[in-house]
């Protein structure tokens, strides 16, 4: 019985769903969880009627004019059919009715519930009723007797019970089911069938077997099974001649048997697996209409029956074998999955073929003409090979009852065998939607809902018309459109609305935009497609508005309406998204199998430079999935969501590749709940969506309220502390990373914002350091700070040093040094930048300044520009001023090492000779700032292998050199204003530099023939306190010199370290309290010489100035901070 299986469509909203035919075959009648009735003249109906009967519809049949339905307000409704008029309320029980169904005569319904009873009601008077009382648990089907003596249920205590309706007393029961408590957790819904006409069968799904009882003796007389069904039938239904019985399975599977032979001579699969929930036999035997779980409706065509009497009809008992080629010449294109997996047992080959007169009721299959119908029952011999069958039986079909009938095999020629395809089958793709968006088949629905507002579109007999509804007023009022062209796609943005509808017979495809912010009076535009295409996907964008086509081409037009661009698809369209100047495609890149959609993705940048972002590339989906939501978040970045409510987004640090961050079936209480995503926000972290509760959308109306569901990142082991940590972490970057984007893209960004998120993602992964040492992750600790800033690592330096972990210290302060390096080569190269485009400005001063003035001026610049460095330098009296010239010398002659004598005399200042070069001294610096606190980066700084030794070696200079550093005062030729330098960035470039000032300048003085004068008084305003280090560096300097005459100041500073480190802790603590009372003396003593030289006006100023100092002074470090108490000093 060959069949064609039709592509299944959408009927309801996803759960369970019932369908049947009415009594002319005219119409097919389905219901399902949205409550409706749907009337449907043909599967290809795109605007079937539907009646409401309530929140769900369970059940209905239909029968002489009436459609009774079951309902969740616990009533069983008639209306009249097909006009749907109410009429009336047969019967009413305590909770929802889950099944009903006519008598063959449609005078009496019969309806089970789940308060365990079962009615049965005259349909011409409802007070006439009778209940029968005896299940123990809710009722999942009732059938009546075609005689109406009988009627058969199934119950959820495991019993399938016979009542005589008269008595209302309950015949026999069998107890053949699994047990539950409720018709949803029931394993099957078990929907019984009474053979048609004379009622000699009851069929009774059992587990993946149909058992057959006889009627009156109430025994089992036969079984039908196929070896490919494993799971559990849901419905079985009779042939309206009662010679076929078909059956759903939970496993998407459609078997149809000869109830007579036990043949399977039919078997289908769902497209996708789902469950059949339900199964209706056309009045003329030629179509059956089965639902599914997920609300789709499906058809089988062709069942073909005989149109003569089957009983008149007889196959000759004997046949010559030349003939018998003949059986198959019109079957050869039949290539459906037959008997795929049978065992050698149930295959049909080892199936007695009748011919003689006593099983003449299989004859029907073979009509007077010869051919054979039925392909699955009828094998020729064992070279035969059927392209949707396994290998035939090698047995010979002898009829046991008469072997003078039988066919040989041996008669016919043999065959060759044709290959049978055994691969994945492919799937349907998934049609062309437009997110934000309910299905096009309803009269209400939304057209569009995003972050802008929302297009609903109105289209019943009352009323064709779009209304559009913004979020926020302040961007436009409300509109209310006629929809005269029969639009079925739009889009909305802070510009316009963009509408686009089919083509027709008559009329083209055409593009409607309504420019709502445009200043001039002409608002609307509309375009007409060329003959042949149709829009599939529409989007908007700032300043642009693109449609793609049927054609696979999309076209980017303009605001204002004007084409801008053109270009080809790869494949069909599936949707599109637009934000700013992004557009996002996404379509058929190749045909995907076993329920798989193989989607391809675009994202161009429409700026004035335009470029594609993501060209091709696969659309990753959760497993036999489809797409459900495309668009961009509130920031921009693209983000979609599968049909299973797996929510991703794009990550542009990792190459583009998309990440998953939420998955909303998680917060699903059941499995028919979905969340319908309309927006996605990245600060605050937030997926907004619209819960609907047993369906994928929502209605219209009333108007749907909207939920907020936290983002979690799918990590491992995110139920302990470091895996929470962890999916904080990555989210936090995550879901940052459009600073970047925006900045990039020229876009102002909230640097509060981002300030927040970098404090937010150190302090997780300083906690996360923190956590490592606790389990003794010393590894784990470095990789952590790895990803630490500068300042994040000094403070992981003290954690570790407290918890007396001294060697992951020592590796967390090379790791700083290494950070600082970093930090400085950047400014360096900025600063070059800097200075590159300085002196590219001060080349053509000095150009014009030459033409107009010449040489002479030039030099009286040069003279003016010293003299006044002379006098800046005068007033000045903080030594870190003075380091800074001397830093700058250093930078002239970077790699001058020669040795730092212990002391070096004062020279009078206005003697001393200058070392900046004449040609460049004498150029004006219009970017110099005077009196900068922080020295400039020394780019001939030798690179140190520890930061302990870097930190010694820049504080000895001061004590060493006394006031030497104050001795010069040269013109100093200042960087371009470079950025300032935290604390510990300006200590480390003071090692070198400090030491080499004092060493040229005590050189440069010697040369100088001019009596010495009292240095001026020494300004220990910002020197910084020494350490307990230092202050034993300096007492044991000399012997250290003495022992190895031939080390640097740097090799000095090493060796004494490795002394010092070997010291007692109470030694070097005792050398750290000294330290802290020195600095305390000197503070006074700062002090009272700040007093006694204030005089005069100058009382107020030197008040500012203890302010300052009193900022800027140095907090005490913890004395248990063994390496970082002289590695970094926190302002």
């Known amino acids: 019985m060959p069949c064609e299986r039709k592509p299944m469509r959408y009927g309801h909203s996803e759960g369970h769903t019932e369908v049947c035919f009415d009594d002319t075959g005219k119409f097919i009648v389905t219901c399902g969880n949205d409550g409706d009735v749907r009337i449907w003249e043909s599967l290809d109906d795109d605007d079937p009627k539907f009646i409401t009967v309530g929140e769900k519809a369970y059940s209905l049949a239909v029968k002489n004019g009436k459609l009774v339905t079951a309902g969740s307000n616990n009533t069983v409704q008639i209306h009249t059919f097909p006009d749907g008029d109410p009429d009336g309320i047969l019967t009413r029980f305590t909770t929802n009715a889950t099944h009903v169904a006519f008598n063959s005569s449609g005078s009496r319904v019969a309806a089970g519930s789940s308060d365990f009873l079962v009615k049965v009601v005259e349909v011409s008077d409802s007070s006439r009723q009778k209940t029968l009382r005896g299940h123990e648990a809710p009722v999942l089907s009732v059938t009546f007797d075609p005689k ?46 009474w053979q048609p006409g004379d009622a000699q069968l009851l069929a009774v799904p059992v587990e993946s077997r149909v058992h057959l009882y006889e009627r009156s003796s109430w025994e089992h007389v036969s079984t039908l099974s196929d070896d490919l069904l494993t799971q559990p039938l849901n419905v079985v239904v009779w042939s309206p001649c009662g010679r076929f019985l078909a059956a759903g399975s939970v496993g998407g599977f459609l078997t149809v048997w000869d109830v007579s032979s036990k043949l399977c001579i039919e078997r289908q699969k769902h497209e996708k697996g789902f469950t059949v929930c339900a199964l209706a036999w056309h009045p003329s035997g030629s179509q059956i209409a089965y639902t599914d779980t997920e609300g789709c409706l499906g058809l089988l065509d062709g069942l073909g029956t005989p149109s003569t009497d089957p009983r008149t009809t007889k196959v000759p008992g004997k046949k010559p074998a030349k003939d018998y080629d003949a059986l198959f010449d019109d079957d050869d294109d039949d290539d459906r999955v037959m008997d795929e997996g049978l065992s050698e047992t149930a295959s049909p080959a080892k199936k007695a073929v009748a011919t003689g007169d006593e099983d003449d009721e299989d004859d029907f299959l073979m009509p007077a003409t010869g051919r054979v119908r039925n392909r699955g029952a009828f094998l020729d011999d064992e070279n035969s090979m059927d392209t949707g069958s396994l290998k035939l039986g090698h047995d010979k079909f002898v009829d046991e009852d008469d072997a003078g009938s039988a066919v040989l095999a041996a008669a016919a020629p043999p065959l060759p065998p044709r290959p049978v395809y055994e691969g994945p089958l492919p799937t349907l793709p998934q049609k062309a939607f437009q997110p934000g968006s309910t299905p096009a088949h309803l009269t209400h629905r939304f057209m569009v809902w995003n972050s802008v507002g929302i297009v609903r579109g109105y289209n019943d007999e009352l009323d064709n018309a779009i209304d559009v509804e913004f979020h926020d007023s302040a961007v436009h009022h409300a509109m209310h459109l006629t929809n005269s062209l029969g639009h079925t796609a739009a889009d909305l943005s802070q510009e316009a609305v963009l509408l686009a509808c089919p083509s027709t017979d008559e009329l083209a ?97 429409l700026s004035r430079r335009k470029r594609r972002i993501i060209g091709g590339e696969p659309l990753p989906l959760s497993l036999r999935s489809h797409l459900s939501w495309l668009g961009f978040t509130a920031e921009g970045t693209p983000c979609y969501v599968d049909s299973d409510g797996v929510v991703r987004m ?53 108007r749907p309220a909207v939920a907020i569901l936290p983002f979690k990142l799918p990590l491992c082991q995110t139920a302990t502390e470091k895996g929470q940590m962890e999916e904080q972490f990555l989210r936090s970057v995550l879901f940052h990373n459009h600073h970047s984007f925006l900045s990039s893209s020229g876009y102002e960004i909230d640097e509060e914002a981002q300030t927040r998120s970098q404090k937010e993602q150190q302090e997780l992964l300083m906690k996360m350091f923190a956590l490592s040492c606790k389990l003794e992750r010393e590894f784990r600790c470095v990789e952590l700070a790895e990803m630490m800033t500068h300042n994040v690592v000094t403070l992981a330096i003290r954690y570790a040093s407290r918890s007396r972990r001294l060697a992951l210290a020592q590796r967390l302060s090379e790791l700083a040094l290494e950070k600082a390096s970093q930090i400085q080569e950047e400014e360096e190269e900025e600063e070059e930048e800097e200075q590159s485009y300085s002196s590219t400005r001060q080349t053509a001063g000095e150009r014009r300044t030459a033409v107009s003035s010449g040489r002479q001026q030039q030099e009286e610049e040069e003279e003016e520009q010293q003299e006044q460095d002379e006098e800046e330098l005068g007033e000045e009296e903080d030594q870190h001023q003075t380091e800074e010239a001397a830093e700058t010398k250093t930078r002239l002659k970077a790699f001058d090492k020669e040795a730092v004598p212990p002391a070096t005399p004062s020279l009078t200042p206005s003697l001393t000779p200058s070392l900046t070069p004449v040609g460049r001294a004498g150029r004006a610096n219009p970017f110099k700032v005077a009196g900068s606190g922080k020295p400039p980066a020394s780019s001939g700084q030798p690179r140190v292998t520890n930061i302990l030794d870097n930190m010694a070696a820049s504080r000895k200079s001061a004590p060493l050199g006394g006031s ?129 030289t204030a005089a005069g006006g100058e009382e107020v100023e030197n008040e500012k100035a203890e302010d300052d100092k009193n900022a800027k002074k140095k907090k005490p470090v913890d004395t248990s901070s063994k390496l970082s108490a002289f590695a970094f000093n926190k302002s």
């Open 148 to 193: 109406d003596d009988f009627l058969a249920s199934s119950s959820c205590d495991g019993s399938v019970a016979v009542w005589n309706v008269e008595d209302q007393t309950r015949v026999i029961s069998w107890p053949l089911l699994q047990k539950t408590n409720d018709v949803d957790n029931a394993k099957s819904l078990c929907r019984l069938a």
């Open 509 to 605: 495809s055409k593009l409607q935009c309504l420019h709502f912010s445009s200043w001039d009076t002409n608002k609307e535009w509309m375009v007409d497609l060329p003959l042949g295409e149709d829009a599939r996907a529409l989007c908007l964008g700032r300043g642009w508005a693109a449609v793609a086509t049927s054609s696979l081409t999309l076209r980017l037009f303009s605001i204002g309406g004007v084409q801008r661009e053109m270009f080809s698809l790869p494949g069909p369209v599936v949707c599109m998204a637009g934000h700013g100047e992004q557009l996002l495609i996404v379509y058929h890149r190749a045909t995907g199998f076993d329920g798989e959609q193989a989607l391809g993705v675009q994202l161009l940048q």
């Open 650 to 702: 794009l990550n542009r640090s990792l190459g583009n590749t998309w990440t998953p961050v939420c998955n909303t079936r998680d917060t699903c209480k059941s499995k028919s709940d979905h969340y319908w995503v309309v927006g996605v926000h990245e600060n605050p972290q937030q997926l907004r969506c619209i819960p609907c509760k047993g369906s994928r959308y929502p209605p219209t109306l009333p």
């Open 964 to 1092: 030497a550093g104050k001795t010069t005062k040269t013109p100093v030729l200042k960087p371009l204003a470079p950025r300032p330098k935290t604390k510990t960035q300006s200590t480390l470039l003071q090692m070198c530099s400090s030491n080499k000032a004092t060493q040229k300048k005590s050189q440069e003085n010697k040369e100088v023939a001019v009596q010495p004068v009292a240095p001026p008084p020494e300004n220990t305003e910002n020197q910084r306190p020494k350490t307990g280090f230092q202050l034993w560096l300096e007492e044991n300097r000399k012997s250290i010199s003495a022992e190895q005459p031939d080390l640097e100041e740097t090799d000095v500073i090493r060796e004494a370290m490795g002394r010092f480190r070997t010291l007692s802790a109470e030694e070097r603590l005792s050398w750290t309290e000294r330290a802290k009372g020195q600095t305390g003396d000197a503070a006074d003593v700062k002090k009272r010489k700040r007093a006694e």
